[in-house]
């Protein structure tokens, strides 16, 4: 998604990646850290560098990934590279609190106090190198929010030049509506998990209610079922086996690999579900970008889902 909300569908090269509208897919960073290595970090900087290459212009970031590592290799990325910032889209997430030791310990929890959502804010920057976010996204909810004092902490962010958009992340529909209505900004974007194994935002209203708030959903974990079907407990043998063969079939009809069809049937909701892709290998990261120009059949995206269900539709 540009900065004013549009994304493109269609590119078939470098060139034209280049000059068009950013493409429709997330570069997610929770990964590029490693185990903090200087080979881990190599690993994680050419992967940034082919997601540039491939015309990828959103990045996605989190307070918590690597306990800021993440964000500081980023930092270092940019600064390597001083005439992308003005090109990217910066996405950083915060309000997951880790576990502390005390006594007694602190737990896991959520926190969208605007002391902590200001502080996060401004540890991302100072890591990032940079003096906006170009998205904010409330990472997971807080069952204790205030929904007034949320909505004026962004606007605060907002009117200070911290941050140019905000969103929300792993939000019910209810918890979406709630803070849009209170919100003086406009709620950019809803990521939650989204897949051929991760499907209930098809039938819980959530996609439904993305589209009708122009709230885009960002889909992370996009591609869980289709390339490991093999690790999925929540499907059953049978389910997995029929979505492995029918993905490969597709994948022989459209020329790609079952990964890259995974993608075209995300890319296929008419919400808009912009892929959030991880993967750390440059040749994965090029070809995820040709799943965008698949004139995708409506009717194969129908007998995906039957395989992923195991039975037709109603």
Excluded at 201 to 224: F, I, K, R, Y
Excluded at 271 to 292: K, M, N, Y
């Amino acid at each position: 998604m540009t900065r004013d909300g549009s994304w493109d569908r269609q590119m078939t090269s470098n060139e034209q990646r280049a000059a068009a509208k950013p493409l429709r897919l997330i570069y997610g960073c929770m990964r590029i850290a490693g185990d903090g290595s200087a080979a881990a970090r190599a690993r994680g900087l050419a992967a940034l560098d082919a997601a540039f290459a491939a015309g990828i212009r959103h990045f996605d970031h989190a307070d918590i990934y690597a306990d800021g590592a993440c964000e500081t290799l980023f930092g270092e990325w940019l600064r390597a590279h001083p005439g992308r910032r003005d090109d990217l889209t910066i996405i950083s997430k915060c309000g997951i609190r880790r576990p502390q030791p005390g006594n007694p310990p602190l737990p896991q929890h959520y926190d969208f106090s605007p002391g902590h959502i200001e502080a996060s804010v401004a540890g991302s920057l100072e890591r990032l190198g940079i003096d906006r976010l170009d998205m904010l996204l409330l990472h997971r909810p807080d069952y204790l929010m205030a929904p007034d004092a949320v909505a004026d902490c962004l606007a605060k962010l907002h009117a200070g030049g911290a941050i140019a958009s905000a969103g929300v992340s792993n939000f019910s529909i209810s918890q979406l509506r709630l803070l849009a209505s209170k919100s003086h900004l406009p709620l950019a974007a809803n990521q939650i998990e989204f897949s051929l194994a991760e499907v209930r935002a098809l039938d819980n209203g959530l996609l439904d209610t993305c589209l009708e708030l122009g709230v885009v959903p960002q889909a992370w974990s996009p591609l869980a079922g289709a390339v490991d079907t093999h690790r999925r407990d929540d499907l059953a043998a049978a389910q997995r086996h029929s979505l492995a063969l029918e993905l490969q079939r597709q994948a022989d009809v459209y020329a790609l690999e079952a990964w890259q069809i995974a993608l075209c049937w995300l890319l296929a909701h008419p919400a808009g579900v912009v892929p959030v892709i991880g993967t750390l290998t440059p040749e994965r990261i090029d070809a995820s970008v040709d799943a965008l120009s698949v004139a995708y059949d409506h009717v194969d995206w129908y007998r995906l889902l039957e395989a992923r269900n195991g039975h037709p539709v109603p």
